[in-house]
């Protein structure tokens, strides 16, 4: 199956940014956001005897530890799409010797062979260039029964800055998100059942300019296609920071969460049938014999 990939991010770039090796912490966003999700396992009767973490790296290490302790007689899964990334992720989640007995060591691959019950993927699908590929990996990756926990981000993200680099007549500072409505559509299409969207508004505020840029530089690239074909000089940059700083100091993040259920294959109906012209005239004659 083909599938489309998204109109404004480059897959190029996209690529590139998702094997850039890792800092020692994750982001402060995502730690956020893993933590918020988190609160909504909440809701979930299921108890997972199996689960899998999702590019820990970038999702979240801190919260990797809470969700461990959580499910701490389920044995846990840990996936990194590259083996540098996947030996980057061991030497920064295999617990301490004096934990071990706590919990089962983990299982670190790059690829799933193994189905779970429960799959934590955080802060990822939005860096897609293919999203359905990624929920179609997700989806074979969860056993029949169990669940999906995700989060991405939605278009109002950044709506600040898209504002500024449009009035100042420059390429968008980052590609088009994608509405939850669609992510839900997107589950469906999937193979997911009884998807659950939600979404909240965090706002973050700076002291000065350069914390801004700074923290977006931890949180990712701009992996717009249109973006500058070149890097910019260090006149560009001082407008970029003159600019910022006649705004308030915020930045808006539209964070999208969503829960799916993956159910038996679904049986597909064909919209007609055909039969011959011989099997219906012998089907007519036995109705006239009875």
Same mark, same amino acid.
């Given at each position: 199956?083909?599938?489309p990939t998204h109109p404004t991010l480059d897959p190029v770039a996209a690529q590139?940014?998702?094997?850039?090796?890792?800092?020692?912490?994750?982001?402060?966003?995502?730690? *956020?956001?893993?933590?918020?999700?988190?609160?909504?396992?909440?809701?979930?009767?299921?108890?997972?005897?199996?689960?899998?973490?999702?590019?820990?790296?970038?999702?979240?290490?801190?919260?990797?530890?809470?969700?461990? !302790?959580?499910?701490?007689?389920?044995?846990?899964?840990?996936?990194?799409?590259?083996?540098?990334?996947?030996?980057?992720?061991?030497?920064?989640?295999?617990?301490?010797?004096?934990?071990?007995?706590?919990?089962?060591?983990?299982?670190?691959? !790059?690829?799933?062979?193994?189905?779970?019950?429960?799959?934590?993927?955080?802060?990822?699908?939005?860096?897609?260039?293919?999203?359905?590929?990624?929920?179609?990996?997700?989806?074979?990756?969860?056993?029949?029964?169990?669940?999906?926990?995700?989060?991405?981000?939605?278009?109002? !993200?950044?709506?600040?800055?898209?504002?500024?680099?449009?009035?100042?007549?420059?390429?968008?500072?980052?590609?088009?998100?994608?509405?939850? &409505?669609?992510?839900?559509?997107?589950?469906?299409?999937?193979?997911?059942? *009884?998807?659950?969207?939600?979404?909240?508004?965090?706002?973050?505020?700076?002291?000065?300019?350069?914390?801004?840029?700074? *923290?977006?530089?931890?949180?990712? =690239?701009?992996? &717009?296609?249109?973006?500058?074909?070149?890097?910019?000089?260090?006149?560009?940059?001082?407008?970029?920071?003159?600019?910022?700083? *006649?705004?308030?100091?915020?930045?808006?993040?539209?964070?999208?969460?969503?829960?799916?259920?993956?159910?038996?294959?679904?049986?597909?109906?064909?919209?007609?049938?055909?039969?011959?012209?011989?099997?219906?005239?012998?089907?007519?004659? =036995?109705?006239?014999?009875?």
């Amino acid at each position: 199956m083909t599938y489309p990939t998204h109109p404004t991010l480059d897959p190029v770039a996209a690529q590139r940014w998702q094997l850039k090796p890792r800092p020692a912490e994750s982001a402060w966003l995502h730690e *956020e956001v893993a933590r918020r999700m988190m609160q909504r396992l909440d809701c979930i009767k299921l108890q997972p005897q199996s689960w899998l973490h999702w590019a820990p790296l970038r999702a979240g290490l801190q919260t990797h530890a809470a969700l461990a !302790t959580r499910y701490a007689q389920a044995s846990c899964t840990i996936f990194e799409s590259n083996p540098a990334l996947l030996q980057q992720a061991q030497s920064c989640l295999q617990a301490a010797w004096w934990k071990r007995w706590q919990t089962s060591a983990p299982q670190f691959v !790059t690829e799933v062979s193994q189905p779970v019950q429960m799959l934590w993927a955080n802060m990822g699908l939005h860096l897609q260039a293919q999203p359905q590929v990624l929920l179609a990996q997700w989806h074979q990756a969860l056993e029949v029964g169990g669940f999906l926990m995700f989060s991405c981000l939605g278009p109002d !993200t950044l709506k600040e800055l898209r504002a500024l680099y449009a009035a100042l007549g420059w390429p968008p500072p980052a590609h088009d998100l994608t509405d939850m &409505h669609d992510v839900g559509d997107m589950l469906l299409e999937a193979g997911f059942a *009884e998807p659950v969207m939600d979404m909240e508004h965090i706002n973050l505020s700076f002291e000065t300019p350069q914390r801004l840029l700074h *923290e977006l530089r931890g949180l990712g =690239r701009n992996l &717009h296609v249109g973006r500058f074909a070149s890097l910019r000089a260090r006149q560009w940059q001082a407008q970029l920071l003159q600019a910022i700083a *006649e705004m308030p100091l915020q930045l808006s993040f539209e964070v999208v969460y969503g829960h799916a259920i993956k159910t038996e294959p679904r049986l597909t109906v064909q919209a007609h049938s055909e039969i011959s012209l011989e099997t219906m005239r012998q089907a007519l004659a =036995r109705r006239k014999a009875l």
